[in-house]
């Protein structure tokens, strides 16, 4: 089978959060035996060495135009950020392209590619499937629900309508909707019963993520995001605000590391005024950070989605302090695997739990690196990826009924 990935950013080995996934799916596809081809955005002048690391094993590499036009459409202009791809020169290249190569089967990554897709008068037939690493819509309700029923609140209110309208009609134009997590899979369907959605979960390298392999001095406790979405910076302002304190007083000599690129500059002006928080913006290698850490917290309460960064906590042993909101699509068991907090004072007394009792710590961290390597492997996830495009691509073979001219179902929402 030979498949066109459709990305925003290049897939390479050092790509986080989100771009991680489709890095990892590339890479293991390509193992398999199928023909893979990358269309993106040209992000970083990098981007050229970056082509030459996989070995001409790509079947193609198209660099997306950065054009901005006015689109002839059906629906009203595209809201924010699903109007990255609304542009009739990036419909052409994909077009050409897939046509060009014989490309049979489109893997869409991140809703804001799918106007490459959508209503693309150039593009022959072809297999098409989104996968959705967060709901617009969905993060908007969450972002409302927090904000409630002031001014902030009711124009993501409105902003949420606008986006539904427009992010379910694009998702209608795919034989196949991919979600990270069962909760988003329900969401989707309470808005669209009529979409086709499959769960295809991220995973974890439990090889290179992994505990050290000799005892390292513990200073503090860890968080890792990437601050370009607003539920990231959300989460540290919060946790810096109402939870930070409270364990600092009772644990002065504690550090608090904030991880991940592009960090805003309230929260870098806070290292400045408080030597206990150490932001380090991007960093090439977040395990030296994960292995000096008594607890990893995750204190997300907007967004959606599936969060890989846990995960790699998880998979190096470090115990995890989180809102029910992070641990979305991860089977957990509270108090078992991780502490579950979504209130400040329970996530302050869950962290000075486990900085107290050492044998606690031991025991979340050994049962949830196991079952992040039995459940969450990138092998496992790509099972499920390989087999919901084999499934594509059978129902397309398939005959079509003489009566109705519709091939039989295949898949199950």
């Not at 094993?57 to 950065?66: A, E, I, N, Q």
């Not at 901005?68 to 950020?81: A, K, L, Y």
């Not at 695997?337 to 710590?361: F, Q, Y």
């Not at 459940?375 to 079509?400: F, I, K, N």
Request: contains cysteine.
């Amino acid at each position: 089978m030979k498949i066109l990935v459709i990305a925003p950013e290049f897939p390479h080995a050092g790509s986080i959060s989100g771009h991680r996934i489709v890095y990892e799916r590339v890479r293991r596809l390509l193992a398999r035996g199928y023909e893979v081809g990358v269309a993106c955005f040209r992000t970083s002048a990098a981007d050229e060495q970056r082509v030459e690391e996989w070995g001409g094993r790509l079947s193609d590499v198209l660099w997306l135009p950065y054009t901005r036009t006015t689109r002839p459409g059906r629906v009203p202009p595209w809201p924010w950020p699903l109007r990255r791809t609304d542009d009739p020169g990036i419909r052409r290249a994909v077009g050409d392209l897939v046509e060009r190569s014989g490309y049979a089967l489109l893997l869409v990554e991140f809703s804001a590619m799918a106007g490459a897709v959508y209503w693309n008068p150039y593009l022959p037939a072809v297999r098409r499937v989104m996968s959705v690493h967060e709901c617009e819509t969905v993060a908007a309700r969450r972002r409302a629900e927090l904000l409630g029923y002031g001014w902030a609140g009711m124009r993501e209110r409105w902003r949420r309508d606008r986006l539904m309208t427009v992010e379910f009609e694009l998702y209608r134009a795919f034989d196949l909707v991919l979600t990270l997590t069962p909760q988003e899979r329900y969401h989707l369907l309470q808005y669209a019963p009529d979409l086709r959605v499959r769960v295809v979960p991220s995973g974890v390298d439990t090889t290179f993520f992994r505990p050290a392999e000799r005892p390292v001095p513990m200073d503090g406790i860890t968080f890792v995001g990437h601050f370009g979405h607003e539920q990231n910076r959300d989460a540290v302002r919060w946790f810096l605000k109402d939870v930070w304190p409270m364990v600092h007083a009772r644990h002065p000599g504690l550090l608090f590391y904030v991880i991940g690129p592009d960090p805003p500059p309230d929260i870098c002006d806070v290292s400045w005024s408080n030597p206990s928080v150490v932001v380090t913006g991007r960093v090439e290698d977040i395990r030296p950070y994960l292995h000096r850490s008594f607890v990893f917290v995750c204190p997300i309460r907007m967004g959606s989605g599936m969060r890989g960064r846990l995960l790699e906590a998880m998979a190096c042993g470090v115990p995890v302090v989180a809102t029910s909101a992070a641990v979305e699509g991860i089977p957990v068991q509270p108090g078992g695997t991780c502490l579950i907090a979504d209130d400040s004072n329970i996530m302050a007394a869950h962290i000075e739990l486990l900085l107290d009792d050492a044998v606690l710590r031991q025991r979340l961290a050994t049962r949830a690196r196991a079952l992040v390597r039995e459940r969450l492997s990138w092998e496992r996830t790509v099972d499920w990826l390989e087999a919901a495009l084999r499934e594509v691509m059978e129902e397309a073979a398939a005959p079509r009924d003489a009566h109705t001219g519709k091939s039989p179902s295949v898949l199950t929402a």
